[in-house]
């Protein structure tokens, strides 16, 4: 068990990692928290390999066409730099060991409330681009692939022994 959550904690850290910009997005939960995390750097390129291999699969899955296609990835990368720099945040907040744990439980539900706004404007935009059962099926993708890359990371370190 430890194990899994180890990777799904390294799998969340890359996927931040692909991200280095996220502190120059439009989010002014950073602001208000008055966290500025610095641009998390990924020497080998893996988070860069991680989300080509991402949109590659949401692409083959949803079957975009051109005109979608151009519309839709600049709105979806800046779905995915917000929704990134909330993880980041709560991950910080989680890290920490606050004196006050109740403040500390407050933020996590916060950050929380403010994936789920993030997600609900978004599908918004979504849908003026794609119909309704394209954006289901993202959803879907994206769950597909996170758990096809869990499923990997997992059977790589029991191939390695951990």
């Known amino acids: 068990m430890r194990i899994l959550i180890r990777h799904i904690f390294i799998l969340f850290f890359i996927i931040a990692a692909g991200y280095q910009s996220f ?8 602001q208000k928290q008055k966290i500025t995390p610095a641009p ?28 979608e296609s151009t519309k839709f990835w600049p709105i979806y990368r800046q779905y995915q730099q917000e929704l990134t720099a909330v993880n980041v945040l709560k991950r ?3 890290s920490s060991a606050a004196a006050n744990g109740t403040e500390q439980i407050d933020k996590e539900i ?24 394209k954006v289901s099926e993202l959803y879907k993708s994206e769950r597909e692939f996170r758990d096809e890359l869990i499923k990997q990371l997992s059977e790589r370190s029991e191939r390695a022994g951990n």
Not at 23 to 30: D, F, G, K, T
Not at 41 to 59: C, M, N, Q, S, V
């Open 23 to 30: 502190a120059q997005a439009n989010n002014s939960l950073v």
């Open 40 to 67: 998390l750097r990924d020497k080998k390129g893996t988070g860069k390999r991680l989300e080509a291999a991402r949109d590659r699969f949401i692409t083959k899955q949803l079957n975009l066409t051109d005109e």
């Open 92 to 94: 910080l907040n989680n």
């Open 110 to 133: 916060y950050y929380e409330s403010q994936q789920v706004a993030i997600r609900k404007r978004y599908k918004d935009a979504f849908l003026k681009i794609l119909p309704p059962e």
